[in-house]
């Protein structure tokens, strides 16, 4: 039997930030009903409520335990899930609420960040045989035995993911604030454009770059699992940008996006010991205390010793000091210098696989800003640049000009034209 095509749609927590936007809400999924797809609608919490739930938390304990943590924050979307559902209801459309527990979204038992096992693809079948619209609750799951777990924030992106692998669904569309995918922030680049494509690749390193369009989680699963994701505006409505597979066809274009990132936080250790075993006493202490390190630089030796540069999450800078200034006498370093005043600025495109001379690009219009550069790093489709937080705005449009991200490039060539012809 031919089944009707899946979609899974998405909505953020300004999407459903009040009863009267659930009521759009609705307006899309009835249209995507009516079109002949199966639907199930994933929801965030209202906008600000995860928040606030938060801060009850921080005012009720110094450490909130972790499990009930995740039994107080997953009761944003319960709200949401529930609102919906009436107004689709209402608008005769049937439509059920489902928390994590009742659609079978198994985790791992890792409480404010547990990771997806399985879905229950059976009650999401179930329920298209009924005429069902399922309005699944994002961002929570259930551990193996039984408790409530939540996804890590942005989480609800990847419930909606994994429903998508999962149903192996024909699209998973993730419903949001901005129109799609842009070259930079609209907000820094006046003439930003928003991108028809993206590779998974560049999407992930965009997200980890900074851009908050997508949990960097759901990028991950889409990319393993092929799940075709479209990022688009609740409020337009328009096309958005398409996540995919890469194509040759894209690695004609060098840069897709430049971003910026100021959640990090530097960290110098000075005059290192040059002896093995070093970094891994550094490094160690820090991950027991799940602070994960990003960039890491360490510089050819002199006298014996070495600087050794990392930056960490800013939020976790004051607890990632105490743990470094305690390893610093324990290795015999000289000193420890914390800088929470820095900006991560990036480029990223699968063209800079085969395009040389990028990273001069990027140095150059950094220079004739007169920024100065603190660390670099590079990935296979990615250069970032450390610099002082105050030049962020400045540098991002910059390198938004430097690689004319403001134009469209030319419609791509006939098939089996772009390689060839950007090579000479
Ligand atoms: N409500 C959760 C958060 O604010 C999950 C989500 O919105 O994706 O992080
Ligand atoms: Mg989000």
């Known amino acids: 039997m031919q089944r009707r095509p899946i979609v899974v749609q998405k909505f953020g927590g300004t999407s459903v930030a009040t009863v009267d936007r659930m009521k759009k809400v609705a307006e899309i999924v009835a249209d995507e009903k009516q079109a002949g797809n199966d639907v199930v609608v994933v929801v965030s919490a209202m906008s600000g409520e995860t928040n606030r739930l938060i801060q009850l938390a921080e005012a009720a304990a110094e450490e909130p335990n972790p499990r009930e943590m995740d039994c107080l924050l997953a009761t944003g979307e ?75 924030r942005g989480g609800s992106d990847t419930t909606a993911v994994a429903i998508a692998a999962g149903l192996d669904a024909d699209f998973c569309d993730i419903y949001t604030d901005v129109d799609g995918v842009y070259t930079a922030d609209p907000n820094l680049c006046s003439d930003a454009r928003m991108l028809e494509r993206i590779s ?88 027991k205390a799940n602070i994960v390190v990003d960039m890491i630089i360490q510089n050819t030796s002199q006298d014996g010793s070495t600087d050794l540069t990392f930056t960490v999450p800013r939020a976790d800078l004051k607890q990632a000091l105490k743990i470094v200034e305690g390893s610093m006498r324990a290795i015999g370093a000289v000193a420890v210098e914390p800088d929470a005043a820095i900006a991560k600025v990036s480029i990223v495109g699968v063209g800079m696989r085969s395009h040389a001379g990028v990273a001069t690009t990027m140095f150059k219009a950094l220079a004739d800003e007169g920024i100065n550069i603190k660390m670099i790093s590079t990935s296979e489709i990615k250069i970032s640049a450390v610099i002082e937080e105050k030049y962020a705005e400045l540098a991002v449009r910059a390198l938004h000009r430097a690689f004319k991200l403001g134009v469209a490039p030319a419609p791509a060539a006939k098939k089996t034209a772009p390689r060839a012809r950007k090579r000479a």
């Open 78 to 152: 319960q709200v949401s899930v529930a609102l919906l559902a009436m107004i689709l209801n209402e608008r005769d459309i049937p439509a059920r609420s489902v928390l994590g527990f009742q659609m079978g979204m198994k985790t791992d038992a890792a409480f404010t960040k547990a990771r997806i096992v399985e879905i229950d693809r059976e009650r999401f079948t179930r329920a298209f045989d009924e005429g069902q619209v399922l309005v699944a609750a994002g961002f929570q799951g259930i551990a193996p035995d039984g408790d409530v777990t939540t996804l890590g």
């Open 200 to 287: 998974y690749e560049e999407m992930l390193e965009l997200a980890s770059a900074g851009a908050k369009v997508l949990q960097i989680r759901s990028v991950e699963m889409a990319m393993k699992y092929e799940v075709p994701v479209r990022v688009r505006s609740t409020f337009t409505r328009g096309p958005g940008t398409l996540v995919t597979k890469e194509d040759p066809s894209m690695e004609g274009i060098v840069v897709a996006g430049v971003s910026c990132d100021r959640s990090e936080a530097r960290i110098a250790l000075r005059q290192v010991p040059d002896v093995p075993g070093i970094a891994a006493k550094v490094f160690t202490p820090l991950s």
